[in-house]
């Protein structure tokens, strides 16, 4: 079963990386991904030296394989618990 992770990637400058330097990124994870089972990338919010990845994993495990084979370090692997949005109150008894 598949668990939704957020990785926060401490990375100096990637803030400042134009459109193509971040497709060059994008494509040295979807390198890597291919050679992984288990792991599939949603997306990834980039602010200042940092990115937050939202990834979709077996396990942890496939995540940290994935930063060592991409060379993009995990700092921190976080598995959401749950998903809310500003909808979330009409599904609740309150």
């Given at each position: 079963m598949m668990k939704r992770y957020v990785?926060?990637?401490d990375l100096p400058g990637v803030g400042a990386l134009n459109r193509a330097e971040l497709g060059g990124a994008a494509r040295t994870s979807n390198a890597a991904l291919a050679r992984i089972p288990g792991i599939q990338w949603e997306h990834s919010y980039?602010?200042?030296d940092k990115t937050f990845c939202i990834y979709l994993a077996e396990s942890e495990e496939r995540i940290r394989e994935h930063a060592e084979m991409s060379g993009f370090p995990a700092a921190r692997i976080t598995e959401?618990?749950?998903i809310i949005d500003?909808?979330?109150?009409?599904?609740c008894a309150i």
């Amino acid at each position: 079963m598949m668990k939704r992770y957020v990785i926060e990637r401490d990375l100096p400058g990637v803030g400042a990386l134009n459109r193509a330097e971040l497709g060059g990124a994008a494509r040295t994870s979807n390198a890597a991904l291919a050679r992984i089972p288990g792991i599939q990338w949603e997306h990834s919010y980039v602010a200042g030296d940092k990115t937050f990845c939202i990834y979709l994993a077996e396990s942890e495990e496939r995540i940290r394989e994935h930063a060592e084979m991409s060379g993009f370090p995990a700092a921190r692997i976080t598995e959401v618990a749950a998903i809310i949005d500003p909808t979330t109150e009409q599904s609740c008894a309150i």
